[in-house]
């Protein structure tokens, strides 16, 4: 027999046809062709077939199997409509079934695939598939793949796989584990996602399962992104509740939108290299869900430090990060991008650097414990909700000599519990000397209602064992240059006490201190009292004493030779 082909309606409502034989010459069968075969209870498409046309077996209401050859491209839309007592549908070529076309995209009551009727896949006859293993080589998981399989409780993703569409796994309840040996290349999987936010689903199957596994046997919980790559795909960790750490690389260059989502257990994001995680394009970032940022496995960072060397904090990039206690920023910053530090709900205070020019919109919206920060003159751009929300901000000062137009929402406050002006009329605005006059005329600082005038620099003051030893006036928000230890022949020098990186808005005292150094010997006697009747008594910075001091001593004797010596 050289049939080729099936034309469409050929069957249609042959109610009482119960067998159908098909050439494996067939390559395609028409629209219609076994629509309204009530008595048909199974079929087996030949080896041939590529396509399963519109409506083929629609009203099939007693079949029950179907074998889906590997040589089909494309079925139809509606062409299982109507078979309710589907429950079997043996794919013995996985590979070939995740490359399928199914023609049903624009109406979503229309059923071209079979498993969403049946919900059990099989291998063959009697094998039902419950661990789906996608096999190495398929490189995409067309969309509503494996749609409605409710028996399936995991599936194994090979490093191949670079797509898998929308609604790939949609209604795959049982679904409590997926598979991904190769983390590497998991993170640069294609998703896609239907932003149906009433019922949301995703391609990925962790949106459905939450646990992700790099073995059968092995859960991961805290995910290590490997080194060397560069991009987290948009949705690749969508659902994974069950993960509770995830460390980013140094590599990392961007981490795209819902990567993350619903990540509810994740509590640490581990960041060894703050400069590289500063110039990332995030579209989603983990600390707005785990909330706490650490430098390796052990330890939190609660106060951060932007190296020297970052000039652009990206936008989100501390997004969240709840338990940031306070922030030190290097003066290679130029730009704090929007909503870099929003939510920073423990965030107290903030003295931007001398080079700062913008800070964009809602960069630090919501810091709730934020009280006061510093402008340095350098900017020139404060975007909207940039300090939005800040309730508890008292304290502002201003540094700019010539103030520019203030976006009006830059701190305004959107809840229902105060004015919208609240900030405004709480915060104080300190400028410059002589510059309030220019402040109250430009739009956007005129909504302040409290300002003031106040000095701009202030005392950095050098203690050496509570003698003044240097003093310099600084402006506000340059960088300190601490001053060099001094040096003082047989004794030890302290280190100065703490330096601020940058000159806070008040005058600061450094304090340090020399003490004998012990350890000093080279051409000093060491005594423990006088051998011989001496004349006259010195320290060594030539103060003279009526008797020894304790210390290094200059010693001129009877017989007028002068001896050092170290009294204990």
Request: net charge negative.
């Amino acid at each position: 027999m050289n049939v080729r082909s099936i034309g469409n309606y050929a069957f249609q409502n042959c109610s009482n046809l119960s067998n159908v034989s098909i050439s494996n010459n067939v390559t395609n069968i028409g629209n219609y062709a076994f629509s309204g075969c009530e008595s048909l209870p199974n079929i087996i498409l030949p080896n041939s077939l590529t396509t399963i046309g519109n409506n083929i077996f629609e009203g099939c209401s007693n079949l029950n199997s179907i074998l889906i050859p590997a040589s089909v491209k494309s079925i139809g839309y509606n062409a299982f409509s109507g078979c309710d007592n589907l429950n079997k549908v043996i794919i013995p070529d996985i590979s070939s079934w995740c490359r399928i076309e199914f023609q049903d995209y624009s109406d979503p009551e229309s059923i071209s695939n079979p498993l969403s009727i049946a919900h059990h896949i099989y291998s063959d006859n009697d094998t039902e598939i419950v661990n789906l293993v996608i096999p190495n080589g398929v490189d995409s998981i067309k969309e509503k793949a494996f749609y409605g399989c409710t028996n399936l409780n995991s599936v194994k993703i090979p490093s191949s796989v670079k797509y898998i569409g929308k609604k790939a796994f949609g209604d795959c309840k049982s679904l409590n584990k997926v598979i991904v040996p190769d983390i590497a290349s998991w993170c640069g999987v294609k998703f896609v996602t239907d932003y149906n936010w009433g019922d949301q689903t995703c391609s990925n199957p962790l949106s459905i399962a939450h646990h992700l596994y790099s073995d059968e046997n092995t859960e991961i919980t805290d995910l290590v992104i490997p080194e060397g790559v560069d991009s987290i795909n948009e949705s690749v960790f969508f659902g994974a509740s069950s993960l509770k750490s995830v460390s980013i690389p140094r590599s990392m260059k961007s981490i795209g939108g819902t990567a993350f989502y619903e990540c509810s257990g994740l509590n640490k994001v581990i960041v060894p290299d703050i400069a590289a995680w500063c110039n990332i394009g995030f579209g989603d970032n983990p600390l707005k869900y785990a909330h706490h940022l650490y430098s390796d496995e052990n330890t939190e960072i609660y106060d951060l430090a932007i190296p020297y060397g970052v000039k652009t904090i990206n936008y989100q990039a501390f997004q969240g990060a709840e338990f940031l206690k306070s922030l030190s920023l290097s003066n290679s910053i130029e730009k704090i991008a929007g909503s870099a530090f929003s939510e920073c709900s423990s965030l107290q205070s903030v003295v931007f650097p001398n080079g700062l020019k913008k800070i964009g919109k809602g960069a630090f919206w919501e810091c709730s414990s934020l009280e006061t920060i510093v402008i340095p003159n350098s900017v020139i751009e404060i975007d909207e909700d940039a300090f939005g929300n800040c309730l508890s901000l008292y304290s502002v000062t201003s540094l700019i000599n010539m103030p520019f137009k203030l976006d009006k929402k830059a701190f305004r406050y959107t809840g229902e519990t105060y004015n919208t002006d609240v900030i405004y009329m709480a915060a104080t605005l300190y400028v410059p000397r002589g510059k309030m006059a220019m402040y109250q005329l430009t739009e956007g600082w005129q909504k302040f209602l409290n300002v003031m005038e106040t000095d701009t620099k202030f005392k950095l003051t050098y203690l050496l064992d509570g003698v003044v030893y240097k003093t310099y006036e600084i402006q506000t928000t340059e960088v300190i240059t601490p001053e060099a230890a001094p040096v003082k022949e047989g004794y030890i020098f302290s280190g100065w006490s703490e330096i601020p990186y940058l000159m806070p808005a008040h005058d600061v005292t450094i304090t340090g201190s020399l003490t004998v150094d012990p350890d000093y010997i080279e051409g000093v006697e060491i005594v423990e009292k006088d051998e011989e009747e001496p004349k006259d008594y010195y320290t060594v910075d030539g103060r003279h004493h009526q008797t020894h001091q304790r210390g290094f001593n200059i010693i001129r004797m009877s017989d007028g030779t002068i001896r050092k010596v170290l009294m204990k």
